[in-house]
C-alpha cells in the first residue's frame, strides 16, 4: 500500500500530473507520521528525515528533487514565530533628523548597523542598534553619491548596494557610507528590463529582466534571469522561459497581480527561482546548471467571476467615483488565469533560508501575512505568521526586519525577534 501511495505522489514530482491527489497525501501522511519508511535506494526515491520534515529525495540526471509530504512543525518540532514586539526601532514622527518617508529597503550590517532607504528624502542612513543616526548619505541630484529615485536597498558582504531607478545606476557603498564604486545597469537579454537585483557576500549579483513592449491588453513576457560580477555588471543569462503576465490599461503597462509571476533570490552560491503559480523552488548555480527543485504540498485555489467582481471593486475604491466603473469593467474583460498564484514574494535569509509569502488577494500590506518558510537543505519547515503592521523586508539569523506603519501611516523601521515554541515554551531560536 506504502508503495503505491508514494508512485501516486512520485508521479506528481516527476511532472506526470499536476493536480494534487488529496486523499492519497492524507493516508499517506499517516503512515509516515507512524514510522511507515519505504527501504532506503528504493527506485521510487528515498523517504527520508530533513531538517525534521519528512521529505522523498530523487535524483534526476544529476538534479537533486525534494518533496516535502510533512513540514517540520507539523512532525513536533518547534515552530517559529515573529514577534509582536520591537526589539529595535528607528523613525520619529517629530525629529526630522529620524523622519523616514517611502522606506525602499533595509539591510542590517556589521555591528549590527541598520542601513535604510530613505526614498522621499534621496538618502541612505545608518543607525547604530541604539537607535542613534550613524551616518547619512545622498541627495537629490544626477551625481555620483546623488539620487533621483531609490528604489532599492540592500546589503552584500562589505557593500551596500542602492538602485536608482531614474538614472538605471546602482551605487556601491561601505559600511562606513563611503561610496566605493557605481555602475548602470541593465538587462542582458534583447529588449529587456530589470526588475529585480540580489546580491550575496562574494559581491556576485543576480537580477530578473522582462521583455516590454508586447502588443494586446495581455500578454506572457519573457522572464530572464542572469548573474554576474556585481562591480564591473558582467555576467551571463542562466535561463529563460515565459514568466510574467502583464497587462495593459490604454497607455499603463502593468503586471498582472493575479497571473505569473516570476521571484529570484539569491544565496553564496544558488540563485533561487520561483514562479508563482507553481508550489516549487528551481535553484541554479552561477553557470546556469539547475541544481535543485524543492516542492511542498499545496493545493491551487481557483479563480472564479465572484472573486473576480469583488476585486475588481475593491481595487476601483481608490479612484475618483467617475472613473470606478470603467476601470471594472476594463479589469473583468481581460484574460485572468484559471487559479491565483501560491506565493507574491521571496526573501533569502542571512543563513540561506527561503521564505516565501503566502498570496492572498484581497489582502492589504498592512495585515497579518503567512509565510512559507523553506529550510537550506530543501525541507518544508512550515509557516510563519507575520504579525499585523508589519511588513518583512529581510531576514537574519534569529530576527526579522521590516516596516512598520503606525495609524497616521508614519514609518518606522524594526527589528523583531524571530522565536521558537516548544509546546507551551517559547525561547530564542538557536
Known amino acids: 500500500m506504502l508503495e503505491e501511495l508514494l508512485e501516486v505522489t512520485l508521479r506528481r514530482v516527476r511532472g506526470v500530473t499536476p493536480r494534487r491527489v488529496v486523499g492519497d497525501f492524507l493516508v499517506l501522511s499517516v503512515l509516515l507520521s507512524l514510522g511507515c519508511q519505504e527501504p532506503s535506494g528504493s527506485p521510487l526515491g528515498e523517504v527520508v528525515t530533513l531538517d525534521e520534515a519528512r521529505v522523498i529525495l530523487l535524483d534526476s540526471a544529476g538534479v537533486e528533487i525534494v518533496e516535502t509530504v510533512i513540514p517540520a512543525w507539523e512532525m513536533g518540532e518547534g515552530a517559529w514565530t515573529v514577534s509582536d514586539v520591537a526589539g529595535f526601532r528607528v523613525g520619529s514622527v517629530d525629529d526630522p533628523l529620524l523622519y523616514l518617508a517611502r522606506v525602499r529597503g533595509v539591510a542590517v550590517g556589521p555591528g549590527g548597523v541598520v542601513v535604510v532607504g530613505n526614498a522621499l528624502l534621496h538618502e541612505i542612513l545608518a543607525f547604530t542598534r541604539d537607535g542613534g543616526v550613524l551616518w547619512r548619505h545622498g541627495r537629490q541630484g544626477s551625481g555620483p553619491g546623488e539620487y533621483e529615485s531609490i528604489l532599492d536597498v540592500r546589503g552584500c558582504g562589505d557593500y551596500i548596494i542602492v538602485r536608482d531607478n531614474d ?66 555588471g558582467e555576467g551571463r543569462i542562466l535561463v529563460e522561459f515565459p514568466g510574467f503576465l502583464r497587462y495593459r490599461f490604454e497607455t499603463t503597462d502593468a503586471p498582472a497581480d493575479l497571473g505569473r509571476r516570476t521571484l529570484i533570490g539569491l544565496c553564496d552560491s544558488l540563485v533561487h527561482v520561483v514562479v508563482t503559480d507553481q508550489p516549487e523552488v528551481r535553484s541554479y548555480d552561477m553557470q546556469g546548471q539547475l541544481v535543485r527543485i524543492v516542492r511542498w504540498n499545496a493545493a491551487a485555489a481557483p479563480i472564479n467571476s465572484r472573486l473576480l467582481r469583488e476585486l475588481a471593486a475593491t481595487r476601483a475604491e481608490v479612484l475618483p467615483p467617475a472613473l470606478r466603473a470603467r476601470y471594472e469593467r476594463l479589469w473583468l474583460e481581460l484574460p485572468h488565469p484559471d487559479t491565483l498564484p501560491f506565493v507574491d514574494e521571496l526573501i533569502v535569509s542571512s543563513s540561506g533560508q527561503l521564505w516565501l509569502r503566502k498570496f492572498d488577494p484581497l489582502q492589504d500590506r498592512s495585515e497579518e501575512s503567512l509565510w512559507w518558510v523553506v529550510s537550506e537543505s530543501g525541507a518544508w519547515l512550515g509557516t510563519v505568521a507575520v504579525p499585523t503592521a508589519f511588513e518583512l523586508m529581510a531576514i537574519a539569523s534569529d530576527s526579522a526586519i521590516g516596516l512598520h506603519r503606525d495609524e497616521t501611516r508614519v514609518e518606522f523601521v524594526e527589528i523583531r525577534a524571530i522565536r521558537r515554541t516548544v509546546g507551551a515554551k517559547t525561547g530564542e531560536r538557536d
Open 167 to 232: 538614472r538605471r545606476r546602482l551605487s556601491i557603498l561601505d559600511w562606513t557610507g563611503e561610496l566605493v564604486s557605481v555602475r548602470s545597469y541593465a538587462g542582458m537579454g534583447e529588449g529587456t528590463v530589470v526588475s529585480v537585483l540580489d546580491c550575496n557576500a562574494r559581491a556576485q549579483f543576480a537580477q530578473l529582466e522582462r521583455t516590454i513592449d508586447a502588443p494586446g491588453p495581455a500578454y506572457m513576457a519573457q522572464a530572464v534571469v542572469s548573474a554576474g560580477d556585481l562591480f564591473t
